[in-house]
């Protein structure tokens, strides 16, 4: 029985767990919507909702708390926004914690609760298997399309398998052909009685 036994471990120890956790959830905050597995969806959902739900809020308290939970950083997905030094390291840019504030909240002031889901994808990982899911924050159906891509080392797995199977083809059918051209030994029986 799994008498006390709550949360998603993910197989990680609890310092990999959270960073794990205030990675994905800094993902879908910046993006609106990621791919990862089923589990750790499942495992960074609550999380996610919890961290909008104090931004809703908006007090500095909320915004402290968030900051403690999430860890404020750079958003580096729009580059015209974000400035570098000579060095090419990053300088300043716009602030996770802000856009969270000010971008992603106001569209749930109305809702209460519920605002992300995961729509399972229906396809595997190719490493290990794993169920692939997308998690994405309600509102978002004009985003980016949930079908995706292959990648790429599928594609290159269903050129080969079409290869082998020309190949295969190709070997089968000159022994066809060859079967057809010799004509049957003809038996004392098909030629007359002798």
Do not use: W
């Amino acid at each position: 029985m799994r008498h006390r036994r709550a949360g998603h471990k993910l197989g990680r120890t609890s310092t990999h767990r959270t960073a794990t956790l205030r990675n994905l959830a800094a993902g879908l905050i910046e993006h609106g919507q990621i791919t990862t597995t089923v589990h750790k969806a499942k495992a960074v959902q609550p999380f996610v909702e919890k961290l909008i739900t104090l931004a809703k809020r908006g007090d500095l308290h909320s915004r402290r708390l968030v900051i403690a939970r999430l860890r404020d950083r750079v958003m580096t997905g729009d580059e015209s926004a974000v400035e570098r030094n000579r060095y090419g390291e990053l300088r300043k840019g716009p602030k996770l914690i802000k856009h969270l504030f000010e971008e992603v909240a106001p569209r749930f002031a109305d809702r209460p609760g519920g605002y992300t889901r995961i729509v399972k994808l229906g396809k595997k990982r190719i490493g290990d298997k794993a169920e692939l899911c997308v998690l994405q924050l309600c509102g978002d159906e004009d985003g980016p399309e949930i079908g995706g891509r292959l990648s790429h080392r599928r594609r290159i797995a269903d050129k080969r398998t079409a290869y082998a199977a020309k190949l295969r083809k190709g070997f089968a059918a000159p022994a066809k052909k060859e079967a057809k051209a010799e004509p049957a030994p003809e038996t004392p029986a098909e030629s007359g009685g002798e």
